[in-house]
């Protein structure tokens, strides 16, 4: 079996064994083994749970399976029950970007409400992410469920179906993920007993597609409001947050927020975004993004402002640390960046910081973004915006709550247009518009029902707004800052 183009060689599949020589729960523990190997630990644990109820004896053998990763005996277990309590929609996150995890936990929760379903959580591969996160309470993981109702896995399964799809998936496919989402009761639809667990997995924000629903019309909550549901931050992010906040001040005057985001070699497989750093002529723009972004924002030439940057590699903070500091912008007084990052978001304390980066940026008073190479496509600012609405870690604090901040954006796709142009903080689903005549659904074409409902981000460059015309942030209009909607 090969796993990140290694092998590994087991002895335990070297031997074959016919059925009626093998010991009750044999495939069980088999399938934990398996997994174990494979770093699904979660769903390796709950196979463990079922072998071990299904014949105790296997808890000599077990270490053999799964070595000392968890002090689990079988006579711990409780007997397992048969029958669920109730109807569910697990969010099985995919390995994905924060932000796109957070968009499609919201999702789930406002399809779980709108299906009159409970909801759980199964973070999947996703063992690094969790960390930066707490679940609200009454929202619990798939399984803590399996083993607060005393079920076992083997019997959910045979309960269970799985809907995936995500914005690159096959044209057909998706086709009939949308045709679901986009158009049908799902309540009815899901109402046979091996329905009992809908398993979704995407990396599409599909509360949208929900929204244009026919049968949903007006039931759908904001992501802001369901995300809020469904978690808060981590303890030791907020501890991480406030403590920076202290150390220097944060909240006296006006905060820019800039997060530049930037190619991670080994982490960002498509094509975007395309540098590790932002050239020079482009860190140039974003400077001048600065300056007209201040006026924008109402502060007279000279008033007194931070900058809060964050960035996705050490790179691009040397080259925008360095330009700011040379464009020597009047009024400046502090360019604020969170200390001893640690850059990986395959890493806990990587995790971490990152959500802590997005709990200061959310208390700016105005937010600017780059993506590298394109035109500003952002999961993670739109995370940002919806963290406004969560107040709690800030008790105490001199920061701004609640209510919504101006967005702004730099790119140089349309550059012909400009190179600073306004935003919204608002969220939208990936495109999937190039997936053509599979999106003809039974009511109506999906992209289109989208784009009229106002769920299509702008992509025609004529459609953007800049701040001011060509390259000079002088001409900007005084206070004309665009306020977001959450």
């Known amino acids: 079996t090969k796993q990140n183009r290694s092998t590994w060689d087991w002895n335990f599949l070297r031997v074959a064994l016919p059925p009626s020589q093998l010991p009750a729960g044999w495939q069980s523990l088999a399938n934990a083994g398996l997994l174990y190997r494979l770093a699904f630990y979660e769903l390796s644990r709950m196979y463990l749970v079922d072998a071990f109820r299904e014949n105790p004896e296997l808890e000599q053998i077990a270490d053999d399976f799964v070595p000392g990763l968890w002090a689990l005996t079988a006579s711990a277990l409780q007997p397992a029950v048969q029958s669920p309590p109730d109807k569910y929609i697990v ?9 796109n995890v957070l968009a499609c936990m919201a999702s789930a929760w406002i399809l779980a409400q709108l299906t009159g379903r409970k909801l759980l959580v199964d973070w999947n591969v996703n063992t690094v992410t969790r960390t930066a996160f707490a679940l609200q309470p009454g929202v619990e993981t798939f399984e803590g469920h399996l083993e607060s109702a005393r079920l076992n896995l083997t019997t959910v399964r045979r309960m269970s179906e799985s809907l995936t799809f995500f914005h690159m998936s096959e044209s057909q496919d998706l086709g009939m993920a949308m045709e679901l989402i986009g158009c049908r009761d799902l309540a009815k639809e899901w109402a046979a007993p091996e329905s009992t667990y809908m398993h979704v997995s995407t990396n599409l924000y599909f509360a949208a597609m929900l929204d244009v629903n026919p049968n949903y019309k007006g039931q759908v909550a904001s992501y802001a409001s369901s995300l809020k549901e469904v978690l808060r931050p981590a303890p030791l992010v907020v501890k991480r947050a406030r403590a920076f906040v202290k150390r220097n001040k944060v909240g006296k005057e006006f905060l820019l927020g800039l997060h530049v985001r930037a190619r991670v070699e080994g982490e960002d497989n498509d094509d975007w975004p395309r540098s590790s750093k932002p050239e020079p002529e482009l860190a140039a723009r974003i400077v001048r993004c600065i300056k007209g972004t201040l006026i924008s924002s109402g502060l ?7 900058i809060l940057f964050a ?9 925008m640390k360095t330009a700011i500091s040379e464009a020597k912008i009047p009024g400046l007084k502090n360019l604020l960046m969170l200390d001893n990052m640690d850059m990986s978001r395959r890493t806990v ?26 035109q500003g496509f952002s999961s993670f600012q739109m995370m940002i915006n919806a963290l406004r609405k969560q107040d709690e870690w800030t008790e105490g604090l001199q920061l701004r709550t609640g209510g919504d901040f101006p967005n702004f954006m730099v790119t140089d796709s349309c550059l012909e247009h400009g190179e600073c142009f306004f935003s919204d903080g608002g969220i939208y689903p990936a495109y999937i518009a190039h997936h053509g005549s599979h999106l003809d659904r039974s009511c109506g074409n999906i992209p289109k029902m989208l784009a009229e409902a106002g769920w299509a981000a702008k992509r025609e460059c004529h459609l953007h707004e800049p701040v001011y015309q060509g390259s000079d942030p002088s001409k900007t209009v005084p206070g004309k800052a665009f306020r977001s909607e959450l």
Do not use: C, H, M, Y
């Open 91 to 99: 969010v099985r996150n995919a390995w994905i970007g924060i932000g």
């Open 300 to 306: 007279k030439e000279g008033e007194p402002f931070s």
């Open 311 to 319: 960035s996705t590699t050490k790179k691009a903070r040397k080259a």
């Open 349 to 374: 304390t990587g995790a971490q910081d990152a959500l802590a980066e997005a709990l200061l940026l959310s208390r700016a008073d105005s937010l600017v973004r780059v993506v590298i190479g394109t």
